[in-house]
């Protein structure tokens, strides 16, 4: 930590580097860490109507006290809103609020929000600053971090989009606080993902610490967050716009979208949860092609279980395609390379790789078992 209060990553990238903050209290006392961003003591906050409900009224409080002028917009919350039309209502809303090139967006909620209202600064007006404040888990260790932005298109997830880098990332651990036990564990989700990818250590520290920075513990939760966000950094330092490392980041993401696809998006299985259920399959893949040890895959699974999150594709309730159908969910998927499908495997844990290499039956043979219980 740099201080008692939070601590500070900073993502390398030229004249558009910034810091994130990681640490309690961000959200009241953001007006100190904006007020060097802004030209005149105005922001726009774009929030959803669950978060603004929590948080909008201590981050509007903290700025107004600081003499920072608030106006805020609260779309619906849910998947649902990353489309064309709240996109173009929160670009709109923007224009009429006659925010300036040189003023300062702030996107105040999860992953959903930040995705959106990064994507809105990315066009408004060819591109103004925009500022993340995330308040899901899952947001604070991947999506505000890295400068994705864009919406959903009927076609599939994410596939409008632009990046575009925020000035600043305010991750505030106190906001976990209010999330359901859940949507919390689905961050964990991501979390976990960091380890497998990358960090063996932060893999074994999470095994050691994970069921009580879930229970509340504040200093393992900033903690954990901070590390994720340090590899995410590090990543996105060397390799922004995904020509190769931060495909890493995708680890267990061909799987989770095929599962997510199957289950229509709904709340039959969270975003997190896809990942976590995801990770366990590259891993099981991995063991089964010879690239990493027996005992690997069991290990994941073990850790998963032990947070009391869904590990296989058998605990998913309700119907799904078979394998054969999820093998053609997953050719949908945004890392098909002229046709092929490329998955991220492991050598062991922490040792994530690309691989276009990857025989069809093994892949329909790890889904059938995972289907099935195996
Ligand atoms: N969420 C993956 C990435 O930011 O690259």
């Known amino acids: 930590m740099t201080s008692p209060e939070f601590a500070t990553v900073r993502v390398e990238l030229g004249a558009r580097s910034y810091d994130v903050l990681v640490g309690r209290g961000l959200i009241a006392g953001a007006a100190g860490h904006l007020a060097p961003f802004l030209h005149r003591p105005r922001v726009a906050v774009v929030t959803d109507e669950n978060v603004a409900a929590a948080h909008l009224h201590a981050l509007t409080a903290g700025l107004e006290a600081a003499g920072i002028v608030v106006v805020s917009l ?10 064309w039309p709240q996109f173009t209502r929160c670009v709109e809303w923007l224009l009429e609020q006659k925010v300036e090139r040189r003023d300062i967006v702030v996107a105040l909620g999860g992953g959903v929000i930040g995705d959106l209202v990064g994507f809105a600064a990315a066009v408004l007006r060819r591109g103004v600053r925009f500022v993340q404040v995330p308040t899901s888990l899952l947001a604070q260790v991947d999506s505000s971090v890295g400068g994705k932005t864009g919406i959903n298109a009927p076609q599939g997830k994410n596939l409008i989009g632009a990046f575009h880098q925020p000035a600043l990332v305010l991750a ?18 991501e979390v976990v993902k960091y380890g497998l990818l990358g960090d063996a250590d932060y893999f074994a520290w999470l095994e050691e610490n994970g069921p009580a920075l879930a229970a509340g513990d504040v200093g393992l939760r900033s903690e954990a967050v901070r590390r994720a966000v340090q590899m995410k950094a590090d990543i996105v330092a060397r390799d922004e716009t995904e020509q190769g490392e931060r495909a890493l980041l995708n680890l267990g993401h061909t799987f989770c979208h095929a599962l997510e696809a199957a289950t229509g998006y709904s709340d039959r299985l969270l975003h997190g949860e896809g990942v976590a259920i995801g990770c366990a399959l590259a891993f099981e893949l991995s063991a089964r092609l010879g690239l990493c040890a027996q005992e690997e895959p069991g290990r ?11 590990r296989d594709i058998s605990e998913i309730p309700g119907d799904l395609p078979g394998p054969e159908g999820l093998l053609e969910l997953m050719a949908q998927d945004k890392k098909v390379v002229d046709g092929t499908l490329r998955f991220i495997l492991a050598r062991g844990i922490g040792a994530a790789f690309v691989t276009g290499d990857v025989p069809r039956d093994a892949v329909l043979a790890v889904l059938s078992d995972a289907m099935a219980g195996r």
Request: net charge neutral.
């Open 300 to 310: 994941v699974r073990a850790h998963l279980a032990a947070m009391g999150m869904k």
């Open 74 to 83: 609260a779309l619906p919350a849910g998947e649902a809103t990353k489309g």
């Open 172 to 189: 505030d651990i106190g906001a976990l606080d209010t999330l359901p036990g859940r949507e919390f564990l689905s961050g964990y989700g």
